[in-house]
């Protein structure tokens, strides 16, 4: 019965680790993306179906896909240390480009369309725009500073 106990705990922290990092991801995602968030609202007038499912699919995947990112459960190459303070520039400029992206100009590709559905790619391009970020980091600012084993920031 021990080992069940033991099991089962470590099943339950490794859930609730895998939580805070979908968490965290989409904490990122949407601080990040804040300038972005302003020109949404003036812009879903255009598409005010489309918007909100095209946004709601960004964030939630793109939490999902900047957990697996950072976890290296999918390697898409290192990440900076959130807290880095020297790239928020960079990283406001990319999250907020990409989650416009994925909102207003998915929107206003299935409005122009006439299909709702293609605002389910709002799921797809956030977590693609996310899966080339370090390629974008690396050009501007070298390879990011690795965590000292032990310490998440």
Same mark, same amino acid.
């Given at each position: 019965?021990?080992?069940?106990?033991?099991?089962? $705990?470590?099943?339950?922290?490794?859930?609730?680790?895998?939580?805070?990092? !979908?968490?965290?991801? $989409?904490?990122?995602?949407?601080?990040?993306?804040?300038?972005?968030? !302003?020109?949404?609202?003036?812009?879903?007038?255009?598409?005010?179906?489309? !918007?909100?499912?095209?946004?709601?699919?960004?964030?939630?995947?793109?939490?999902?896909?900047?957990?697996?990112?950072?976890?290296?459960? %999918?390697?898409?190459?290192?990440?900076?240390?959130?807290?880095? %303070?020297?790239?928020?520039?960079?990283? !406001?400029?990319?999250?907020?480009?990409?989650?416009?992206?994925?909102?207003?100009?998915?929107?206003?590709?299935?409005?122009?369309?006439?299909?709702?559905?293609?605002?389910?790619?709002? $799921?797809?391009?956030?977590? %693609?725009?996310?899966?080339?970020?370090?390629?974008?980091?690396?050009?501007?600012? $070298?390879?990011?500073?690795?965590?000292?084993?032990?310490?998440? %920031?």
């Amino acid at each position: 019965m021990g080992s069940t106990g033991a099991t089962v $705990g470590r099943l339950r922290d490794g859930a609730v680790q895998w939580l805070e990092r !979908v968490f965290f991801g $989409g904490a990122e995602i949407s601080l990040l993306s804040s300038p972005a968030f !302003v020109a949404v609202l003036v812009l879903q007038t255009r598409s005010p179906d489309a !918007v909100p499912i095209a946004g709601l699919l960004a964030i939630g995947f793109g939490s999902v896909a900047l957990a697996l990112f950072r976890a290296k459960t %999918l390697d898409v190459g290192a990440w900076p240390r959130r807290g880095e %303070l020297a790239t928020l520039p960079l990283r !406001v400029g990319y999250f907020s480009a990409l989650f416009l992206l994925s909102t207003v100009g998915v929107a206003a590709a299935a409005t122009a369309a006439g299909s709702l559905w293609l605002a389910l790619l709002g $799921g797809i391009v956030q977590p %693609l725009g996310l899966a080339a970020f370090p390629r974008a980091y690396r050009a501007v600012h $070298g390879e990011p500073l690795q965590h000292t084993p032990g310490v998440d %920031l």
